[in-house]
């Protein structure tokens, strides 16, 4: 016995990906309602590579009652207006927007990090997806941090236009034709040109001068992880299409060796150890894409501080920075609370 699972914004690149992964993953579906804006309603898309075509329905007029979840990725302004609907007809919602994942009343899950807070989501019906940034960092820090304590991160990330959604890869896209041609390649989407070029900013500036992304790698952090972790952010836009790299510099409250994390890792769940100190010994957004796994590479001995690690990770950013992880997150709510699936 299955599930009644719905997947809201699924004309987007996230939406498409998690039914994708829904059906990669052979998630147990008794029946699938795919929702859209007006826009979108009574066109098809695929789920999956199974060649069953599925009708978009309009969100506005969709009924909630007897669907057992929803994966959401349609932005935090249309999750405002129907996640408290869906869930409190019963429905349980898993959010990839960034609208809850700080609501102390909703559970903020990486299922390789914090299966248990999981137990929480009945206080609202609502789980939340972590941004795609802060995803793939967790995974790779939380075995390290269960081998040796990490007190201190220092993340610089190198991020995909794909984080921006269609409009970002159609950017990188048509400047990159542009300029190739001697055409204009005025920025539309980000505030600069992006092709051939890197962006030392993502989302909104605060007050203090970090970014809003770079502030959400934080505070997620902490809330998934560790609130004692210290934590210090600097997020850039790169002309890659799909998946986010990140390079960590970590401390550490006991001793831990090149050797010993590389050990932890290797056998770390989500984790694909690739570090081979050989020229292309390690792993690059190319090799992530269509991937489930975190990469990590190069991990190295920090001189400059005691307990210190350096290392690379690598992750494509659609899929365990958004839709993987939101199924995941799906197969966990049926393992410990819906047990409907045979």
């Known amino acids: 016995m299955g599930y009644r699972v719905v997947v809201a914004g699924a004309t987007g690149n996230v939406g498409r990906e998690m039914l994708n992964i829904l059906a990669e993953r052979e998630f147990p579906i008794d029946e699938i309602a795919v929702l859209a804006s007006s826009r979108s309603a009574g066109d098809q898309v695929e789920f999956g ?3 069953r075509m599925l009708t978009i329905k309009n969100i506005e007029h ?21 996640a408290p609907i869906a869930a409190k007809a019963g429905c349980t919602v898993i959010d990839n927007s960034s609208l809850y994942r700080m609501d102390p009343d909703v559970p903020l899950i990486v299922p390789e990090v914090n299966a248990d807070a999981i137990d929480g989501y009945t206080k609202k019906n609502i789980i939340a997806n972590p941004n795609c940034s802060t995803a793939q960092m967790v995974v790779a820090l939380k075995p390290l941090h269960d081998a040796a304590t990490v007190t201190r991160v220092v993340v610089s990330t190198y991020q995909s236009v794909s984080g921006a959604g269609k409009a970002g890869m159609d950017e990188l896209f048509e400047q990159s034709r542009n300029i190739f041609v001697g055409d204009s390649a005025e920025p539309k989407k980000f505030t600069k040109q992006i092709a051939f070029n890197v962006i030392p900013h993502i989302d909104s500036f605060l007050d203090d001068g970090f970014t809003k992304e770079e502030w959400k790698m934080v505070v997620e952090t902490k809330k998934i992880l560790d609130p004692h972790i210290k934590i210090v952010a600097t997020c850039v836009r790169v002309p890659v299409f799909v998946g986010h790299s990140e390079a960590l510099t970590i401390e550490f409250e006991k001793e831990i060796s090149a050797e010993q994390a590389q050990a932890v890792l290797r056998e770390a769940p989500g984790v694909m150890l690739v570090d081979k100190r ?13 991937d489930f796994a975190t990469y990590v590479s190069r991990v190295r001995e920090d001189p400059t501080t005691d307990n210190g ?26 393992r410990r609370h819906l047990k409907k699936a045979a």
């Open 278 to 290: 050989e020229n292309g010994g390690y792993a690059t957004p190319v090799e992530c894409v269509g």
């Open 62 to 82: 969709f009924d909630w009652a007897g669907w057992d979840m929803a994966l959401f990725a349609i932005g935090s302004e249309a999750t405002a207006i129907y």
């Open 49 to 51: 590579e199974t060649g």
């Open 309 to 334: 690690l350096v290392l690379w990770c690598v992750s494509d950013n659609l899929r365990k920075g958004a839709a993987l992880n939101a199924v995941q997150i799906a197969e966990l709510l049926g």
